[in-house]
């Protein structure tokens, strides 16, 4: 099974910053594989990024993606309040997919 | 729009079965590939396997042995059983609808709290 290895796990941010989270797979993936969401408490699971790259339909501007290969990254430009959440890499490039551990982002 | 929604026990028994139910509303369970993903306690997910638009169907290898989905077109829902499980199986189980082609989730029901006890 590929293993994604996410970091940090948690986050602390004050609004207006920017974050980054990681995505290391123990694999190389197509990078149309893989993707970001983002689980809100009490919540479901929304995707955010899909392939990389690409947001969601009715993501805002500051979420982005990019990487390739083994090593993918996840960005927040501004941070705002809502965004608090925890934040999960997934892979569908083989079975079993899996998910990171999860980066949990909190504001200060 | 699309609409999932999970339904079933919230508490079975150490080596009984789970059995959950996903109705799908807004497209049909005969396009794309349905899937079960689930949350632990402490917050690690695991992809458990899907059913495609055919019926084929493809399963964590960690829970091959147990695990089955079938589904029900005509009321357009489909089931996941999860036989003898223990209370490492404690969860909260989601359905979703997996992209066909970079299997990516983008529809997701609201969860269901299972737990193992006796």
């Known amino acids: 099974a590929i293993v994604l290895n996410q970091s940090p796990s948690s986050i602390i941010a004050s609004q207006g910053e920017k974050v980054t989270i990681t995505c290391r797979a123990s694999?190389?993936?197509?990078?149309?594989?893989l993707h970001w969401y983002q689980q809100k408490p009490g919540a479901f699971p929304k995707l955010v990024i899909y392939?990389?790259?690409y947001r969601a339909s009715g993501v805002p501007s500051r979420f982005s993606g990019s990487g390739s290969g083994t090593s993918y990254s996840f960005t927040i430009s501004r941070v705002e309040a809502e965004d608090v959440a925890t934040y999960y890499c997934?892979?569908?490039?083989?079975?079993?997919?899996?998910f990171g551990a999860g980066t949990k982002l909190e504001l200060k | 729009e699309v609409q999932l929604q999970e339904s079933g026990p919230g508490l079975v028994k150490p080596s009984q079965s789970l059995s959950l139910t996903c109705s799908v509303t807004?497209?049909?369970?005969?396009?794309?590939?349905w899937g079960w993903i689930r949350k632990f306690p402490g917050n690690k997910m695991e992809w458990m396997g899907y059913?495609?638009?055919?019926?084929?169907?493809s399963y964590n290898p960690s829970l091959k042995s147990r695990i089955s989905i079938t589904r029900d077109t005509s009321k357009n829902q489909f089931f996941l059983q999860l036989n003898s499980v223990t209370t490492e199986d404690t969860a909260t189980y989601y359905c979703?609808?997996?992209?066909?082609?970079?299997?990516?989730?983008?529809?997701w029901g609201q969860g269901t709290l299972v737990t193992v006890s006796s």
């Open positions: 807004g497209y049909s369970i005969t396009s794309n590939y």
């Open positions: 979703a609808r997996m992209n066909s082609g970079y299997n990516w989730f983008a529809y």
């Open positions: 694999s190389s993936i197509s990078s149309n594989y």
């Open positions: 059913i495609s638009y055919s019926g084929s169907t």
């Open positions: 997934q892979q569908g490039s083989s079975n079993p997919h899996t």
């Open positions: 392939s990389t790259s």
